[in-house]
């Protein structure tokens, strides 16, 4: 008896949590997060030669998003591309050898070391969902709420760091495929595989039509 209501309920969570998915996302506020003059000139002068600055706190500070910082540091920290290319980009770092999925969520940062498993876009929902069976992250993304997506390139607390980041409609980073290590540390046959996708993203251009840097 006791087995079937814990099936019952497992069923009924599956069904209302697919139902979910299938709902159309809401619109989003500012799709691009184009940052405009005034905001580049505020960002460049606190990010320095580096690019060394806490997106969260900057955005706060300046009233925006973590995307419109980001997209406000010269192009030698970010390359930006819209997230209709999700799936492209995706399959791209699958065929890193190693990478670090970061999540962060109310204060807490979750990491998870290994290779990016491949994955398909649900026949039934707007999930996309990642093979199962290997090792490293598993789960279902939501592609149709990835607004941008940016390969990052920027010293954080003086070590150098490497990634591609999604980005959702308030511009908040959901997730982010980065390359194992910080500083010397880096891997530096990984950090070849992300250059490689970071040119391919930036062959998809930039929905944001900016000032050269």
């Not at 184009?34 to 905001?39: A, E, I, Q, S, T």
């Not at 030698?76 to 065929?95: K, L």
């Not at 940016?150 to 409609?169: C, L, M, N, P, Y």
Request: charged share 20%.
């Amino acid at each position: 008896m006791h087995l079937r209501l814990i099936i019952a309920s497992v069923l009924a969570f599956a069904a209302v949590a697919d139902a979910a998915a299938q709902a159309p996302p809401a619109p989003p506020k500012s799709a691009e997060h184009c940052p405009g003059p005034d905001l580049i000139a505020a960002v460049r002068v606190r990010a320095g030669d580096k690019g060394d600055i806490p997106l969260q706190a900057v955005a706060t500070e300046l009233g925006s998003s973590e995307a419109a910082i980001l997209r406000a540091l010269p192009e030698q920290f970010r390359v930006m591309a819209a997230g209709s290319h999700f799936s492209e980009v995706w399959a791209d770092v699958t065929g890193w050898d190693d990478a670090v999925f970061a999540v962060s969520k109310g204060g807490n940062v979750f990491e998870i070391h290994g290779r990016i498993r491949p994955g398909e876009p649900s026949k039934k929902s707007r999930y996309f969902n990642l093979s199962p069976g290997t090792p490293g992250v598993a789960g279902h993304l939501r592609p149709d709420l990835v607004i941008t997506i940016a390969a990052v390139s920027r010293h954080v607390r003086g070590k150098e760091q490497h990634g591609i980041a999604f980005f959702d409609a308030a511009g908040a980073e959901v997730f982010g495929v980065y390359v194992p290590g910080e500083g010397e540390d880096v891997d530096q046959k990984v950090k070849a595989q992300y250059l490689a996708t970071r040119e391919r993203l930036r062959a998809y251009g930039d929905p944001c039509a900016l000032p050269p840097s």
